[in-house]
């Protein structure tokens, strides 16, 4: 059974930094495309970041470039999402998904498995 379970949200202020994880299990990731999506109170959920689990290249939304990294730890089977200059609009769940696929999709409904999310909330 695939999980992906996310932590490491929480309250901060503008500026301040966060690193969120999200820790894979249940299968071999090996080829999967590994993404960080976020939704806030009444928007549609949006991409943020990926990851290709071999080869580790990066993707990155225009909003979050320069801001935010994605990384993962093979050994640990772990992704990570390291935000720094953390801004008020950065504020919603943050989930974790997983996409079997060639080419990165910046579309929810691509991706094969989720985690449950983590809050993030950034105050002004």
């Known amino acids: 059974q695939v999980q992906l379970v996310e932590s490491g949200g929480g309250l901060v202020q503008a500026g301040d930094s966060l690193r969120l994880s999200c820790a894979a299990s249940?299968?071999?990731?090996?080829?999967?495309?590994m993404a960080w999506f976020r939704q806030a109170p009444g928007k549609a959920r949006e991409f943020v970041a990926a990851?290709?689990?071999?080869?580790?290249?990066?993707y990155y939304e225009d909003s979050v470039k320069g801001r935010f990294t994605i990384s993962r730890d093979n050994a640990e089977n772990t992704v990570f999402l390291q935000m720094n200059s953390l801004k008020p609009e950065d504020t919603a769940v943050y989930y974790c998904?997983?996409?079997?696929?060639?080419?990165?999709?910046?579309?929810?409904?691509?991706?094969?498995?989720w985690g449950q999310g983590t809050q993030v909330t950034v105050s002004s």
């Open positions: 249940g299968r071999t990731f090996s080829g999967y495309i």
């Open positions: 998904a997983a996409e079997a696929g060639v080419r990165v999709s910046l579309r929810p409904n691509d991706y094969d498995y």
């Open positions: 990851i290709r689990w071999t080869g580790g290249t990066t």
